[in-house]
């Protein structure tokens, strides 16, 4: 009976009925309970049931908006990679970002371009200044970023390039009769924006003794004869004498006279003793108390102050395994680039840095097939001996060279810190692909 009371009425009524009663009167009493019951049941209950409804209704409408809202600010703080899911058919590559700033990633997955932040120059052959392929050269340096040129104006053979009116070099046949002016062609340059740079051959000349023979250097066994570097029968030839004073001063006349013409920059090569016949040479007495290195240094110091003077600036040429360290006899077992240089250029280009070169305790058998390693090696030692006083160029060979191979050399240099480059290619050709890519 305690078990029947707790149910529900209705529960009750049903659970009699799965009983089957012997007594007819007790189930005729039950059955007229129900029905009772059932007669007592009033329609206001129904429509109560109905109002309830509307109203329940009503107010889940009124709320459904803001809790949707509620739900969907929650939603929208989660990372943006989940914007992906909205779509299920769209492909990934297909997607919209959500914002419209390129992502990092995408922007990693570009080519890197790499930027010289320095000059930019190339070498250029005389004949592109005094002929009809000037114009075309300007077009391309605005077009790619170059903005400076290097020329030569004094070559091995001790030759100048351009007509000249100095006495001396006049004397000693160093200027041909149908050498070019080439003020007007420097003009156009620096119109145009990019900076003329001439380039000498300084010691190694075998007629300037014509005409100032007290700055060559002497013949050991009898002072009274110019030295050769070599036999005459086997095409020897003098050399001027870095410790003479006056092979300085001529040096420094050629320059000076290029800076009038409209070349703003200097740049030495050559700055070095013989690499040959050296047993026999004789350079005076202030080579007795006068270290080779020293001597070498005393000159770049009086041309830089030279070109200083009148307004210009001056380079320091040198090769890449003696910047890096390698010592040599034809610089006084020096480093040129403790010269006093302000600025100098370093020969890195890997075909012409030899064989089997070690730079920095590291062995590099063909530079030619090892373009980024070698030149990264060699201009990070080179920075290392420079120091902070000397600001480094790099030369980067632009022949017998694929465009990715260029690239990876003016990306070694600048990786290394240095930032401004001289492209060179012996034919003074160069493509808007190849100097396009940096």
Not at 146 to 170: C, F, H, M, Q, R
Not at 426 to 436: A, E, R, T
């Amino acid at each position: 009976m305690m078990f029947l009371s707790s149910l529900p009425f209705e529960n009750l009524l049903d659970f009699c009925d799965s009983f089957v009663i012997g007594d007819e009167l007790l189930m005729d009493k039950i059955r007229r309970r129900r029905t009772m019951y059932r007669k007592k049941r009033h329609p206001f209950r129904w429509i109560l049931l109905v109002v309830v409804c509307i109203v329940l209704v009503f107010v889940g409408y009124s709320v459904a908006g803001p809790v949707m809202n509620f739900f969907k600010n929650i939603t929208s703080s989660e990372p943006s990679s989940s914007v992906g899911d909205v779509s299920s058919e769209a492909p990934a590559s297909s997607q919209t970002p959500v914002s419209s700033q390129p992502s990092s990633s995408a922007a990693s997955s570009e080519p890197s371009k790499t930027q010289v932040t320095g000059t930019k120059a190339v070498w250029l052959p005389l004949d592109t200044l005094t002929g009809k392929d000037l114009d075309s050269f300007i077009a391309l340096a605005k077009e790619t970023g170059v903005n400076a040129v290097v020329v030569d104006i004094k070559l091995e053979d001790g030759t100048l390039t351009y007509a000249s009116n100095l006495e001396a070099p006049k004397t000693a046949g160093a200027v041909a009769d149908d050498a070019p002016d080439l003020m007007a062609a420097l003009t156009d340059l620096k119109d145009a924006g990019i900076q003329p740079i001439g380039r000498m051959v300084c010691f190694k000349d075998p007629i300037a003794k014509l005409a100032i023979r007290a700055g060559a250097i002497q013949y050991k066994p009898n002072p009274q004869l110019t030295w050769l570097d070599a036999s005459k029968a086997n095409g020897g030839k003098s050399w001027l004498n870095p410790y003479s004073d006056v092979a300085a001063q001529y040096l420094i006349d050629i320059a000076s006279e290029a800076v009038d013409m409209g070349f703003e920059q200097i740049m030495l090569e050559g700055v070095q003793f013989p690499d040959k016949g050296g047993s026999t040479a004789y350079y005076g007495k202030e080579a007795e108390t006068i270290s080779r290195e020293e001597a070498l240094s005393t000159f770049v110091e009086k041309m830089q102050d030279a070109l200083q003077a009148k307004g210009a600036g001056m380079i320091l040429s040198c090769p890449g395994n003696v910047a890096a360290g390698e010592t040599s006899s034809i610089y006084g077992d020096g480093n040129p680039l403790t010269f006093g240089a302000k600025t100098a250029a370093v020969n890195c280009m890997p075909g012409e840095l030899g064989k089997d070169i070690t730079i920095s305790g590291e062995t590099f058998d063909d530079p030619s097939n090892q373009v980024a390693e070698v030149v990264e090696a060699v201009a990070d030692a080179a920075e290392a001996n420079a120091g902070s006083s000397t600001t480094l160029w790099g030369w980067v060979q632009a022949y017998d060279m694929s465009d990715s191979q260029v690239e990876e050399q003016v990306d070694a240099l600048t990786s290394s810190g240095i930032q401004s480059v001289i492209y060179y290619n012996p034919d003074g050709s160069y493509s808007k692909d190849q100097l396009d890519l940096s």
